[in-house]
């Protein structure tokens, strides 16, 4: 197998090739060079593990431009005429995309299947926002990514490329036991618009968002170069995507990591409206308790929490909004997050250990970076924060960093905390989380103590 090495890495692009013909023999001619001559898992000639500027002929993708057709659809798959014309590193999809490789690998989808769009556009629209149109606003996302079936159509077939959405929007109605419970205790009610009846059923607009990254975007919102950055992703992930090295004409990467769903409670149009109220809860997966209840952090009581507030704004004339991030445990995911929990049970469960036991274990107490997370508030058209429903500094700091002011911050409420996560809830006051009550300090965090295995069993 010929080894690819970064020594190959060319300064600059190339100068493009003239015509499609040539360009198809100049870029087979140059792929033979990257083609592995044998392989332990069989006869591998027709691929190639990395391409190069002189190679392609990426179609243009102006990340920020001022306009749809100017700025250019994202492009990744190598499928059709992709592998010359891509013009964005990695796969669709964040994650799943190793289930589209799996679906295609164990044959059960034919990679070239071309998408029918029929019926499935949004089914409420977001207000183009100016922040779509820069290349400092969002980068953690494609702001055109709901529109890609009917603003490149007939660039997909033009160039024989698939273009996918990265963004699809729709309607649902929510029924949950908490917010039936509210109307049945008259903290919420029945207006038949937001809380369609007794049973607490309430209306929903959403989105889902998958990750689209503009690389110098991140870098910069990250402190570091773009450079740093691509050297990072590619060493870290094992040499997964060679391209962030290689080709360096490639601006856009879409990572294998979760998305996003956003939540909006009333009239969507009122999210960007600066006349109307919002409230706001920003919320990172924690499966464990959003999902089976678990009661050792605060997690799901503050989602229902931050749900039923954001019902009331809508009822009360204005909007909520409720932003879902797949960012399970801190972004170190749930076998970290369990060795956590055994660490602290058996080591005196309390407040002042708490961040200490995770940083035993994973070098560092969080990753969720919040850094990307305000690139959505920025689509969506919010200018300001009526109610955040949230203690966390580091998502007050990056929202308001990134120029959206927040007027009033709204801890959970006392009775919502759940018996064992007052360890939790202590720990992360004294580390800086807002509240209106007491900041405890180190001395008296250690008498606040979360339950042990015996406790447990
Ligand atoms: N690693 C680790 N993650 C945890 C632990 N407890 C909760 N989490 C995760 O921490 C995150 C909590 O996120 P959020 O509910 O958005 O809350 P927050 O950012 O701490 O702050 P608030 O907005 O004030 O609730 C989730 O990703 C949980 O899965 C823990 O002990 N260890
Ligand atoms: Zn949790």
């Given at each position: 197998m010929s080894p690819v090495s970064l020594a190959q890495t060319p300064a600059a692009p190339a100068a493009p090739v003239k015509t499609a013909r040539a360009r198809d023999a100049h870029v087979a001619k140059q792929l033979e060079s990257v083609r592995p001559k044998s392989s332990p898992v069989g006869d591998n000639d027709d691929l190639v593990l990395t391409t190069y500027p002189e190679d392609s002929q990426p179609i243009p993708l102006a990340w920020g431009a001022a306009a749809p057709q100017t700025r250019g659809p994202v492009v990744a798959s190598h499928y059709r005429d992709g592998l010359v014309k891509h013009n964005s590193i990695g796969a669709h999809s964040g994650q799943y995309c190793v289930y589209h490789a799996l679906a295609v690998g164990s044959k059960q989808l034919d990679p070239n299947h071309v998408a029918d769009?029929?019926?499935?556009?949004?089914?409420f629209s977001v207000p183009e926002q100016k922040?779509?149109?820069?290349?400092?606003?969002?980068?953690?996302?494609?702001?055109l990514g709901h529109l890609t079936p009917y603003l490149f159509d007939e660039a997909s077939k033009s160039e024989n490329v698939d273009i996918r959405p990265t963004i699809a929007i729709t309607k649902a109605t929510m029924q949950l036991l908490e917010l039936k419970d509210a109307v049945d205790n008259n903290r919420l009610r029945v207006d038949g618009r937001v809380v369609l009846n007794s049973s607490g059923d309430v209306s929903v607009s959403k989105v889902a968002v998958e990750p689209v990254w503009y690389l110098p975007g991140v870098a910069e919102r990250f402190g570091v170069s773009e450079n740093e950055l691509r050297r990072a992703l590619f060493k870290d992930t094992n040499g997964m995507y060679p391209e962030l090295i290689?080709?360096?004409?490639?601006?856009?990467f879409l990572p294998p990591i979760g998305g996003l769903t956003v939540y909006i409670f009333g009239d969507p149009a009122f999210v960007s409206d600066p006349s109307k109220k919002l409230a706001l809860r920003v919320h990172d997966e924690c499966n464990g308790s959003d999902v089976f209840g678990s009661d050792i952090c605060t997690c799901r009581p503050y989602l229902m929490f931050g749900i039923e507030e954001a019902v009331k704004e809508a009822q009360n004339g204005g909007s909520g909004v409720v932003i879902y991030f797949r960012k399970e445990g801190r972004a170190l995911g749930e076998v970290t997050k369990y060795l956590v929990y055994n660490a602290r049970k058996r080591g005196g469960d309390t407040a002042d250990e708490y961040f200490h036991r995770t940083e035993c274990i994973a070098g560092v107490r969080d990753m969720r970076f919040q850094q990307l997370m305000p690139d959505v508030l920025k689509w969506l058209g919010i200018t300001k924060i009526d109610r955040m429903l949230s203690m966390s500094n580091m998502k007050h700091d990056a929202i308001v960093e990134q120029g959206i002011p927040i007027i009033e911050r709204i801890p959970i409420p006392d009775e919502l905390v759940p018996p064992d996560s007052r360890v939790e809830i202590d720990a992360k006051i004294n580390a800086g989380y807002f509240t209106n009550g007491k900041i405890m300090n180190q001395d008296e965090l250690k008498n606040v103590q979360g339950r042990t295995w015996n406790d447990v069993v």
């Amino acid at each position: 197998m010929s080894p690819v090495s970064l020594a190959q890495t060319p300064a600059a692009p190339a100068a493009p090739v003239k015509t499609a013909r040539a360009r198809d023999a100049h870029v087979a001619k140059q792929l033979e060079s990257v083609r592995p001559k044998s392989s332990p898992v069989g006869d591998n000639d027709d691929l190639v593990l990395t391409t190069y500027p002189e190679d392609s002929q990426p179609i243009p993708l102006a990340w920020g431009a001022a306009a749809p057709q100017t700025r250019g659809p994202v492009v990744a798959s190598h499928y059709r005429d992709g592998l010359v014309k891509h013009n964005s590193i990695g796969a669709h999809s964040g994650q799943y995309c190793v289930y589209h490789a799996l679906a295609v690998g164990s044959k059960q989808l034919d990679p070239n299947h071309v998408a029918d769009y029929t019926n499935s556009q949004p089914a409420f629209s977001v207000p183009e926002q100016k922040s779509w149109y820069n290349k400092t606003d969002i980068v953690a996302m494609d702001p055109l990514g709901h529109l890609t079936p009917y603003l490149f159509d007939e660039a997909s077939k033009s160039e024989n490329v698939d273009i996918r959405p990265t963004i699809a929007i729709t309607k649902a109605t929510m029924q949950l036991l908490e917010l039936k419970d509210a109307v049945d205790n008259n903290r919420l009610r029945v207006d038949g618009r937001v809380v369609l009846n007794s049973s607490g059923d309430v209306s929903v607009s959403k989105v889902a968002v998958e990750p689209v990254w503009y690389l110098p975007g991140v870098a910069e919102r990250f402190g570091v170069s773009e450079n740093e950055l691509r050297r990072a992703l590619f060493k870290d992930t094992n040499g997964m995507y060679p391209e962030l090295i290689t080709r360096p004409d490639i601006k856009v990467f879409l990572p294998p990591i979760g998305g996003l769903t956003v939540y909006i409670f009333g009239d969507p149009a009122f999210v960007s409206d600066p006349s109307k109220k919002l409230a706001l809860r920003v919320h990172d997966e924690c499966n464990g308790s959003d999902v089976f209840g678990s009661d050792i952090c605060t997690c799901r009581p503050y989602l229902m929490f931050g749900i039923e507030e954001a019902v009331k704004e809508a009822q009360n004339g204005g909007s909520g909004v409720v932003i879902y991030f797949r960012k399970e445990g801190r972004a170190l995911g749930e076998v970290t997050k369990y060795l956590v929990y055994n660490a602290r049970k058996r080591g005196g469960d309390t407040a002042d250990e708490y961040f200490h036991r995770t940083e035993c274990i994973a070098g560092v107490r969080d990753m969720r970076f919040q850094q990307l997370m305000p690139d959505v508030l920025k689509w969506l058209g919010i200018t300001k924060i009526d109610r955040m429903l949230s203690m966390s500094n580091m998502k007050h700091d990056a929202i308001v960093e990134q120029g959206i002011p927040i007027i009033e911050r709204i801890p959970i409420p006392d009775e919502l905390v759940p018996p064992d996560s007052r360890v939790e809830i202590d720990a992360k006051i004294n580390a800086g989380y807002f509240t209106n009550g007491k900041i405890m300090n180190q001395d008296e965090l250690k008498n606040v103590q979360g339950r042990t295995w015996n406790d447990v069993v």
